[in-house]
């Protein structure tokens, strides 16, 4: 299936329960001063992104502009993203939300998930 560059399809979305509780159940994460990143493999050819943006963060309106500003930096850099893996995405707890700062994050959390990740499974397959 090929993606476009342009757009946020549903295909690029985590939207079910079920696949932000396998995220969390690894255990991977990562972190940076403007987001908290969680990360898990999907058997897809593209990663996926979910957002957890908790009333901690602010009112309707911040929660909504992390939203959006989380979305259109994924959807812009989407191409630069390590395949195969699902972000569950938040932000972090008195972080301000701004475009750049939250490109350059999700860039470099999903880079070292994508390493962690490939280190974990290089040790389960040498145990087995």
């Not at 342009?6 to 255990?27: L, N």
């Not at 999907?42 to 009112?59: A, P, T």
């Amino acid at each position: 299936m090929m993606m476009s560059t342009q757009g946020f399809s549903r295909a690029c979305r985590i939207r079910h329960q079920t696949d932000f509780d396998r995220v969390y159940q690894t255990g991977c994460y990562a972190a940076d001063e403007v987001l908290v990143m969680h990360a898990g493999r999907n058997d897809l050819n593209h990663s996926r992104i979910g957002l957890s943006v908790s009333r901690k963060v602010g009112g309707a309106i911040v929660r909504n502009r992390w939203k959006r500003l989380i979305r259109e930096a994924f959807r812009a850099s989407r191409t630069e993203f390590p395949e195969n893996l699902d972000l569950v995405v938040r932000p972090r707890r008195g972080a301000k939300p701004d475009f750049r700062s939250i490109l350059g994050s999700l860039r470099k959390l999903a880079n070292q998930l994508d390493k962690k990740l490939t280190a974990s499974d290089s040790r389960d397959s040498e145990a087995t």
